[in-house]
Protein backbone atom coordinates (compact mmCIF):
# COMPACT_ATOMS: atom_id res chain seq x y z
CA UNK A 1 0.00 0.00 0.00
CA UNK A 2 0.95 3.50 -0.38
CA UNK A 3 3.18 5.20 2.30
CA UNK A 4 3.05 8.38 1.77
CA UNK A 5 4.44 10.88 -1.27
CA UNK A 6 8.47 10.60 -1.99
CA UNK A 7 7.78 14.36 -3.94
CA UNK A 8 5.92 16.77 -5.65
CA UNK A 9 7.20 18.20 -8.93
CA UNK A 10 7.17 22.68 -8.87
CA UNK A 11 7.40 23.87 -12.51
CA UNK A 12 9.72 27.10 -12.54
CA UNK A 13 11.06 28.86 -15.36
CA UNK A 14 14.28 29.87 -14.09
CA UNK A 15 15.49 26.94 -11.66
CA UNK A 16 18.71 29.04 -10.05
CA UNK A 17 15.95 31.50 -9.13
CA UNK A 18 13.58 29.18 -7.80
CA UNK A 19 16.33 27.13 -5.87
CA UNK A 20 17.01 30.54 -4.37
CA UNK A 21 13.40 31.31 -3.59
CA UNK A 22 12.69 28.08 -1.63
CA UNK A 23 16.06 27.32 0.49
CA UNK A 24 16.66 31.01 1.59
CA UNK A 25 12.97 32.50 1.71
CA UNK A 26 11.25 29.41 2.21
CA UNK A 27 14.29 27.46 4.90
CA UNK A 28 14.28 24.32 2.13
CA UNK A 29 17.08 22.22 2.05
CA UNK A 30 19.05 20.71 -0.73
CA UNK A 31 18.50 17.27 -0.97
CA UNK A 32 20.19 16.76 -4.67
CA UNK A 33 21.52 19.08 -6.86
CA UNK A 34 23.24 17.44 -10.35
CA UNK A 35 23.26 18.02 -13.55
CA UNK A 36 19.89 16.01 -15.40
CA UNK A 37 19.75 16.57 -19.43
CA UNK A 38 22.56 19.14 -20.52
CA UNK A 39 19.80 21.65 -20.62
CA UNK A 40 18.33 21.70 -16.68
CA UNK A 41 18.99 19.99 -13.16
CA UNK A 42 17.81 17.55 -11.06
CA UNK A 43 17.62 20.00 -7.70
CA UNK A 44 15.18 18.10 -5.07
CA UNK A 45 14.81 19.69 -2.08
CA UNK A 46 13.57 18.24 1.69
CA UNK A 47 11.17 20.01 3.89
CA UNK A 48 13.76 19.90 7.32
CA UNK A 49 12.92 16.27 8.80
CA UNK A 50 9.91 15.18 6.46
CA UNK A 51 10.57 12.63 3.60
CA UNK A 52 8.96 14.12 1.13
CA UNK A 53 10.82 16.62 -1.39
CA UNK A 54 10.27 19.01 -3.96
CA UNK A 55 11.60 19.14 -7.45
CA UNK A 56 12.41 22.32 -8.80
CA UNK A 57 12.10 21.66 -13.04
CA UNK A 58 12.06 23.40 -16.71
CA UNK A 59 10.91 21.55 -19.79
CA UNK A 60 9.00 23.21 -22.56
CA UNK A 61 6.33 21.17 -21.59
CA UNK A 62 5.99 22.66 -18.46
CA UNK A 63 5.95 26.60 -19.47
CA UNK A 64 1.93 26.33 -19.73
CA UNK A 65 1.88 25.43 -16.16
CA UNK A 66 4.00 28.30 -14.61
CA UNK A 67 2.51 30.52 -12.79
CA UNK A 68 -0.66 28.35 -12.41
CA UNK A 69 -2.74 27.38 -8.95
CA UNK A 70 -0.96 24.61 -7.41
CA UNK A 71 -2.52 21.89 -5.36
CA UNK A 72 -0.43 21.38 -2.78
CA UNK A 73 -0.61 22.68 0.55
CA UNK A 74 1.94 22.78 3.18
CA UNK A 75 1.15 22.63 7.34
CA UNK A 76 2.91 24.09 9.83
CA UNK A 77 2.07 24.22 14.07
CA UNK A 78 1.56 28.20 13.24
CA UNK A 79 -0.13 29.90 10.29
CA UNK A 80 0.17 33.00 11.88
CA UNK A 81 4.06 32.68 13.06
CA UNK A 82 4.96 31.02 9.60
CA UNK A 83 3.32 33.61 8.17
CA UNK A 84 5.51 36.48 9.84
CA UNK A 85 8.39 34.52 9.39
CA UNK A 86 7.79 34.18 5.61
CA UNK A 87 6.86 37.86 5.35
CA UNK A 88 9.86 39.17 6.96
CA UNK A 89 11.81 37.05 4.46
CA UNK A 90 10.11 38.41 1.32
CA UNK A 91 7.61 35.79 1.08
CA UNK A 92 4.27 37.08 -1.03
CA UNK A 93 0.98 36.04 0.12
CA UNK A 94 -2.12 36.80 -1.61
CA UNK A 95 -3.15 37.87 1.68
CA UNK A 96 -3.16 37.31 6.18
CA UNK A 97 -4.01 34.34 7.50
CA UNK A 98 -7.56 33.03 7.55
CA UNK A 99 -9.66 31.32 9.90
CA UNK A 100 -12.13 28.63 9.05
CA UNK A 101 -14.10 26.06 11.22
CA UNK A 102 -11.31 23.42 9.33
CA UNK A 103 -8.03 25.42 10.21
CA UNK A 104 -6.49 28.56 9.43
CA UNK A 105 -4.84 29.09 5.82
CA UNK A 106 -3.05 31.54 3.76
CA UNK A 107 -2.15 31.24 0.33
CA UNK A 108 1.59 32.31 -0.86
CA UNK A 109 3.45 32.63 -4.34
CA UNK A 110 6.72 31.32 -5.34
CA UNK A 111 8.80 33.36 -7.89
CA UNK A 112 7.12 32.13 -10.95
CA UNK A 113 3.57 32.91 -9.35
CA UNK A 114 2.49 29.45 -8.46
CA UNK A 115 0.78 29.35 -5.59
CA UNK A 116 0.41 27.36 -2.33
CA UNK A 117 -1.07 26.98 0.73
CA UNK A 118 -0.15 26.86 4.12
CA UNK A 119 -2.65 25.64 6.66
CA UNK A 120 -2.69 24.28 9.99
CA UNK A 121 -2.44 20.65 10.54
Not at 92 to 98: L, M
Request: glycine content about 6%; hydrophobic content about 35%; charged content about 25%.
Amino acid sequence: MIKGIKLVSIPTSDQARALKFWTEQMGFVVHTDQPFDGTQRWIELRIDASDTHLVLFTTDDSRSQIGKFSSVSFYCDSVEKTYDELTARGVEFKGPPQKAEWGTSAIFKDVDGNMFVLSSR
